[in-house]
Nanobody, 121 residues
Framework: QVQLVESGGGLVQPGGSLRLSCATS????????MGWYRQAPGKERELVAT???????TYVDSVKGRFTISRDNAKNMVLLQMNSLKPEDTAVYYC???????????????WGQGTQVTVSS
């Protein structure tokens, strides 16, 4: 069974930091593209950051300079370091990855279950 397990969410004061992690399993090849999305109540899900197998990263404008996405290829994990958090960062954060899993014949897209991040004083 393919699993994307997220952790690291929680409650933090404005200006604080959190580190999200997402572990993948049952992969035959190293994931080509991994990323983080977020969805706040009443809003559409938005792409926050992505990272490729060559460590090329992209960010939504609102988090540039504050968030850093990275990969741990040995552990098949994607990380999101979030600094200088703002109340508007409050959302459920979802891990997303293209994986080639055991038994598959092509790349397929998978989602994590989501982890809540709340930024409030």
């Amino acid at each position: 069974q393919v699993q994307l397990v997220e952790s690291g969410g929680g409650l933090v004061q404005p200006g604080g930091s959190l580190r999200l992690s997402c572990a993948t399993s049952d992969t035959i090849f190293s994931p080509k593209v991994m990323g983080w999305y977020r969805q706040a109540p009443g809003k559409e899900r938005e792409l926050v950051a992505t990272i490729t197998s060559r460590d090329m990263s992209t960010y939504v404008d609102s988090v540039k300079g504050r968030f850093t996405i990275s990969r741990d290829n040995a552990k098949n994990m994607v990380l999101l370091q979030m600094n200088s958090l703002k109340p508007e960062d409050t959302a459920v954060y979802y891990c997303n990855a293209d994986l080639w899993v055991s038994g598959a014949t092509n790349w397929r897209n998978y989602w994590g279950q989501g982890t809540q991040v709340t930024v409030s004083s």
